[in-house]
């Protein structure tokens, strides 16, 4: 069971897991970039690896091959409600190179459970891509947490549209003037109102192509950056994303450039080393 610890002045919240701690960590072979791992939990073939599955996308029976997006509980979860959504049966590729209709199913799995888990708490989903973003397994995988209702979240509703990147059908993305990271980008609905349960199929079909898209302008403006540490210029592109919980609901990228350090730390303040506006017009431009 997961330990809720409030701080009582500032309406903070801590969470207590030991759990967590039993974690696998294969951050070592991604240093290294070793393209396969056949022992891997999340690979096909490996079911009974993982706890028993809780949701698929595909064919197949239950804990069994055939699946195209596999949902199971999180072995060492963070809160009393936890699940990992595996993106596909590939080891290495994940939603900036996946086929687009592999996209679209990982966005209608994440609709799909949402929906599940609406009555049951405030529901966050969340990717970590990469060692450097919290990642302890290779294979592309993301997760949803239900943190209770009276819990009080510290998060950012969404922002103004400024600095805008591209303006599809259902989405804009943009890099909000209030951008705590360089070349954070956001992608919020045109509608108001909704949580991401409400999602139509053919705006999830848009907004497939929209956050690839999204990803794949990061990952080149990664791979010509100049702010990266030294120590970090042979790294794969690392980054998170989360789906806001609630009303209003949008997508945050957060590419992983830089490290946070002791002021950050100490004053809660984040210092951003690239002007919003010029980051957007950078990306527009790729």
Known sequence: ???YVPDVKTQRWV???PIRTKRPDSSDEEKKQVPANTGCPFCAGNEA????????IGSGEKDGPGWQVRVVPNKFPITDTHEVFIHSTSHTDDVDKLHLDQVTRILTCYRDRYRAHDVDGQILIFCNHGYQAGA???HPHSQLVVVPKQIN???LS???INNIIADDTY????CPDFSQWPYEVWIAPKTEGDKYGDIEDKAIMDLAGVFQQALQKIDRIWRNSSIRPKDRQNDPFMYNYYISHGDNWFIRIIPRFIHRAGFELGTGLNVNVVDPTDAAKELKKV
């Open 15 to 17: 969470i207590v897991s």
């Open 136 to 138: 302890s397994l290779v």
């Open 49 to 56: 690896a993982t706890p028993p599955e809780v949701y698929r």
């Open 171 to 174: 989405f804009v993305t943009y």
């Open 158 to 160: 969404r922002e103004p």
């Open 1 to 3: 069971m997961a330990k």
């Open 153 to 155: 979240l510290d998060s």
